[in-house]
T-cell receptor, first 116, second 110 residues
Framework: GAVVSQHPSRVICKSGTSVKIECRSL??????MFWYRQFPKQSLMLMAT?????????EQGVEKDKFLINHASLTLSTLTVTSAHPEDSSFYIC????????????FGPGTRLTVL | GQNIDQPTEMTATEGAIVQINCTYQ??????LFWYQQHAGEAPTFLSY????GLEEKGRFSSFLSRSKGYSYLLLKELQMKDSASYLC???????????FGGGTRVLVKP
């Protein structure tokens, strides 16, 4: 099946710093990538939808200036958490789908972010 | 808003059968997915239903009734490794955007 990787798998940073998380589709071209956040014992909450070469679409309540998304190629999307605060500590998961508007989403292994 | 409801937790015995129900009230419907997620890991795809009826895949089956806004995931011959969270997700429309339910934690006991 399709493989999606994320890097880093874990990151600890100080409050006020920025953190970049990469999401790559390894064996297929992902026209659409999705970024989710998951707090402990809760389900996935969609943050934004990213289409290659265009601006990301953010869900209501998600600050686009705080969570910068770049989808520069068909195999790479990045999420940058700017000026991170302890409340941003969470499990961030990306997913990728190969056919625009019609395909199963394949999830990356997730990135555990801890902000001190 | 979108509502997708699942039980929070279920416990079952190894070798038994467990049925996880999911009801949804959403503004659109383009299909329903079930994912399995072990603690600290990413969700893995289990099944997809877009038409009414039962889809069977080995020990896992998924059922959909669009008129009732209802789906279930059936796990047969439970194994210890099936202990995980099971997520129901609805694709609202074109664009493949998924809205997830809260997830059901299944604990399989010996």
């Amino acid at each position: 099946g399709a493989v999606v990787s994320q890097h880093p798998s874990r990151v600890i940073c100080k409050s006020g710093t920025s953190v970049k998380i990469e999401c790559r589709s390894l064996d297929f071209q992902a026209t659409t990538m999705f970024w989710y956040r998951q707090f402990p014992k809760q389900s996935l909450m969609l943050m934004a939808t990213s289409n290659e070469g265009s601006k990301a679409t953010y869900e209501q309540g998600v600050e686009k200036d705080k969570f910068l998304i770049n989808h520069a190629s068909l195999t790479l999307s990045t999420l940058t958490v700017t000026s991170a605060h302890p409340e941003d500590s969470s499990f961030y998961i990306c997913s990728a789908s190969g056919l625009a508007g019609r395909d199963t989403q394949y999830f990356g292994p997730g990135t555990r972010l801890t902000v001190l | 808003g979108q509502n997708i409801d699942q039980p929070t937790e279920m416990t079952a015995t190894e070798g038994a059968i467990v049925q996880i129900n999911c009801t949804y009230q959403t503004s659109g419907f383009n299909g329903l997915f079930w994912y399995q997620q072990h603690a600290g890991e990413a969700p893995t795809f289990l099944s997809y239903n877009v038409l009414d009826g039962l889809e069977e895949k080995g020990r896992f089956s998924s059922f959909l009734s669009r008129s009732k806004g209802y789906s279930y995931l059936l796990l047969k011959e439970l194994q210890m490794k099936d202990s995980a969270s099971y997520l129901c997700a609805v694709e609202l429309g074109a664009g493949n955007k998924l809205t997830f339910g809260g997830g059901t934690r299944v604990l399989v006991k010996p």
